[in-house]
């Protein structure tokens, strides 16, 4: 299952959640207060690291969270 990154609206708390794909864009609860209504960031990071050379630079085994799972929202890989 995917990590998903979500902050909270509320007190700006950062988290981690594992979700199914089809539940990563519902609003996630805070463990900092509680609240629901965390929206999820986009991971911006090792999906965006193909190289100028055409290969895929893996980080930590290959792509994002997304990716290690075989279907990733944020890349399409
Ligand atoms: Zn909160």
Redesign the pocket.
Known sequence: MPIYEYR?E??Q?KFELLRSFSRADEPAE?P??R?VG?RRLISAFACFSKSDGGATTAVGGGGCSGCSAGSCASCGH
């Open positions: 909270c509320g007190c708390t805070c900092t207060c609240a965390a």
